[in-house]
């Protein structure tokens, strides 16, 4: 449900109709209420996540009116959400009136819960020539349907129909930008959404859908800031809180970002994504336990086949590491090759018994990675980073030679972060004139990847790609270095 349907629930006549039904639950008087109102009711103990609730609300409407299209329509809904086609389209079957917009739009979206979206696409046309009232917005609807499903081409030429019909709709100029936001296209997007919010700056999907934009575009304060007037229109924007919550989490102020989870797990009912981001947070300021138990809410909410359960079970297998529980974390990456079934287990394996102290195992397994790797360069590589990660910086620092061999004097962009790990094992190893060497190299051709090497040794008043210099006019600071040195 969007947020615009969830506005309704907001509203003193949904308010009123709830208290009087919930009066009746509680031993009042009977309520007589529309199909339609109960359905709503019924909606919003659905959105609540109360399924006993929301299913005595449509039996008792149905009880009212038997046969009245709304209530049938959303059980006809839950059935097909739960997997049960036939039992939705035996439901739909038994509606009257088959030519209800409803039961039209249904009947589209089982076709597309079959992939029969072609299929989908006629039966609309076809059912187009029969609509009498408010054509433009039966077409901007099978638009939405398409976008919802992800059929991007479709939903383009159906919002383009609902255009032509009326170009100056604020809702179709809003469904072209989440069109083009889809398609990889953001900032045609946002040009889009600037129009719409200078025609009315409290259009809150507007700011949505404008935070969405930066942040595909990696704009994330950006994004950030248009969730912050999104929240000054309404303080318990749940989206809002959301997106500023990821973009804290991009930006790599994690205490800001877990606060932020925080605030919307208190105020709203979550999928898995929150809870393993908030996970990720816990983990980078090193609060292990914490973020194990966002992590097991988020395996337990991902049901197993999550768009993210490669990721859930990596950071599970990351944190239990990081508890000295090898063998969990072990079984956790084991889990991921039930998704990916190539995917390489070695090299994990050996970063997590090298971090529990099992080091001739875990050089074992990493030797085993390069061995059965069709790519020796990269191999060579992630072997290093994970020794580096480890504090074995020796080993990371001939793993890193090695690569640097490999490369020919055209090497691309992903062979020029090698220079950035170079000079950081250099440092560690008090390898003064070769860390001077590389960090030179790496300010010159890659200094983003600084960032993660020696970023923390860099002022904050410093560019990135100016820190070779500040080295050079500091080298007391850095030709005797200590790690622990800020």
Same mark, same amino acid.
């Given at each position: =449900? @969007?947020?615009?349907?969830? @506005?309704?629930?907001?509203?003193?006549?949904?308010?009123?109709?709830?208290?009087?039904?919930?009066? =009746?639950?509680?031993?009042? &008087?009977?309520?007589?209420?529309? %199909?339609?109102?109960?359905?709503?009711?019924?909606?919003?103990?659905?959105? &609540?996540?109360?399924?006993?609730?929301? =299913?005595?609300?449509?039996?008792?409407?149905?009880?009212?009116?038997?046969?009245?299209?709304?209530?049938? *329509?959303?059980?006809?809904?839950?059935?097909?959400?739960?997997?049960?086609?036939?039992?939705?389209?035996?439901?739909?079957?038994?509606?009257?009136?088959?030519?209800?917009?409803?039961?039209?739009?249904?009947?589209?979206?089982?076709?597309?819960?079959?992939?029969?979206?072609? =299929?989908?696409?006629?039966?609309?046309?076809?059912?187009?020539?029969?609509?009498?009232?408010?054509?433009?917005?039966?077409?901007?609807?099978?638009?939405?349907?398409?976008?919802?499903?992800?059929?991007?081409?479709?939903?383009?030429?159906?919002?383009?129909?609902?255009?032509?019909?009326?170009?100056?709709?604020?809702?179709?100029? &809003?469904?072209?930008?989440?069109?083009?936001?889809?398609?990889?296209?953001?900032?045609?997007? #946002?040009?889009?959404?600037?129009?719409?919010?200078? +025609?009315?700056?409290?259009?809150?999907?507007?700011?949505?859908?404008?935070?969405?934009?930066?942040?595909?575009?990696?704009?994330?304060?950006?994004?950030?800031?248009?969730?912050?007037?999104?929240?000054?229109?309404?303080?318990?924007? %749940?989206?809002? #809180? $959301?997106?500023?919550?990821?973009?804290?989490?991009?930006?790599?102020? !994690?205490?800001?970002?877990?606060?932020?989870?925080?605030?919307?797990? &208190?105020?709203?009912?979550?999928?898995?994504?929150?809870? +393993?981001?908030?996970?990720?947070?816990?983990?980078?300021?090193?609060?292990?336990?914490?973020?194990?138990?966002?992590?097991?809410?988020?395996?337990?909410?991902?049901?197993?086949?999550?768009?993210?359960?490669?990721?859930?079970?990596?950071?599970?297998?990351?944190?239990?590491?990081?508890?000295?529980?090898?063998?969990?974390? *072990?079984?956790? #990456?084991?889990?991921?090759?039930?998704?990916?079934?190539?995917?390489?287990?070695? $090299?994990?394996?050996?970063?997590?018994? +090298?971090?529990?102290?099992? *080091?001739?195992?875990?050089?074992?397994?990493?030797?085993?990675?390069?061995?059965?790797?069709?790519?020796?360069?990269?191999?060579?590589?992630?072997?290093?980073?994970?020794?580096?990660?480890?504090?074995?910086?020796?080993?990371?620092?001939?793993?890193?030679?090695?690569?640097?061999?490999?490369?020919?004097?055209?090497?691309?962009?992903?062979?020029?972060?090698?220079?950035?790990?170079?000079?950081?094992?250099?440092?560690?190893?008090?390898?003064?004139?070769?860390?001077?060497?590389?960090?030179?190299?790496?300010?010159?051709?890659?200094?983003?990847?600084?960032?993660?090497?020696?970023?923390?040794?860099?002022?904050?008043?410093?560019?990135?790609?100016? !820190?070779?210099?500040?080295?050079?006019?500091?080298?007391?600071?850095?030709?005797?270095?200590?790690?622990?040195?800020?």
């Amino acid at each position: =449900m @969007s947020t615009e349907d969830l @506005s309704y629930f907001q509203e003193e006549e949904f308010k009123k109709n709830l208290a009087l039904y919930e009066q =009746m639950l509680k031993g009042g &008087q009977s309520a007589y209420l529309e %199909a339609d109102e109960l359905t709503d009711i019924a909606e919003y103990y659905l959105v &609540q996540n109360e399924t006993e609730k929301n =299913m005595d609300c449509i039996s008792y409407a149905l009880k009212l009116h038997p046969g009245s299209v709304d209530p049938l *329509i959303f059980l006809a809904r839950q059935k097909m959400f739960e997997g049960d086609i036939e039992g939705a389209k035996t439901i739909k079957d038994c509606i009257t009136d088959q030519n209800d917009r409803e039961v039209i739009f249904l009947h589209a979206e089982l076709l597309l819960r079959e992939h029969k979206e072609r =299929m989908a696409h006629e039966y609309l046309l076809e059912k187009k020539e029969h609509e009498e009232e408010d054509l433009a917005l039966y077409i901007y609807d099978s638009a939405t349907l398409f976008l919802d499903y992800g059929y991007l081409d479709l939903a383009s030429q159906w919002g383009k129909y609902a255009l032509e019909m009326e170009p100056e709709n604020e809702k179709f100029l &809003q469904l072209k930008a989440d069109i083009l936001l889809f398609s990889d296209r953001p900032e045609e997007a #946002i040009a889009i959404l600037d129009h719409l919010l200078d +025609l009315d700056p409290y259009n809150a999907n507007a700011w949505h859908s404008l935070g969405e934009a930066y942040f595909t575009s990696e704009k994330f304060q950006k994004a950030k800031e248009t969730a912050d007037f999104a929240l000054a229109i309404d303080e318990h924007d %749940a989206q809002a #809180i $959301l997106l500023k919550a990821n973009c804290q989490l991009q930006l790599q102020n !994690f205490e800001e970002a877990h606060r932020l989870y925080l605030r919307y797990f &208190q105020e709203n009912k979550s999928n898995d994504l929150p809870y +393993l981001f908030d996970g990720v947070c816990l983990s980078a300021l090193g609060r292990y336990e914490e973020a194990l138990s966002q992590l097991q809410e988020a395996e337990n909410l991902s049901g197993g086949d999550s768009p993210e359960q490669q990721h859930i079970y990596a950071n599970l297998s990351d944190v239990y590491s990081k508890l000295g529980k090898p063998d969990i974390a *072990i079984r956790y #990456i084991e889990k991921i090759k039930d998704i990916v079934p190539n995917y390489s287990t070695n $090299l994990y394996k050996g970063h997590i018994l +090298l971090e529990n102290g099992k *080091i001739k195992e875990g050089l074992a397994y990493y030797d085993s990675y390069i061995q059965a790797n069709e790519k020796p360069k990269d191999a060579h590589f992630f072997v290093g980073v994970s020794l580096m990660e480890n504090g074995f910086y020796t080993e990371a620092w001939e793993h890193f030679l090695y690569v640097l061999g490999q490369m020919n004097s055209s090497h691309d962009e992903a062979d020029r972060k090698i220079y950035s790990y170079l000079s950081y094992c250099a440092l560690m190893q008090n390898r003064y004139q070769d860390f001077l060497s590389y960090l030179k190299i790496a300010c010159e051709v890659d200094p983003d990847s600084l960032e993660y090497t020696v970023g923390r040794y860099i002022p904050e008043e410093v560019e990135t790609k100016d !820190f070779y210099r500040y080295v050079v006019s500091h080298s007391d600071l850095f030709s005797h270095f200590s790690p622990e040195h800020k």
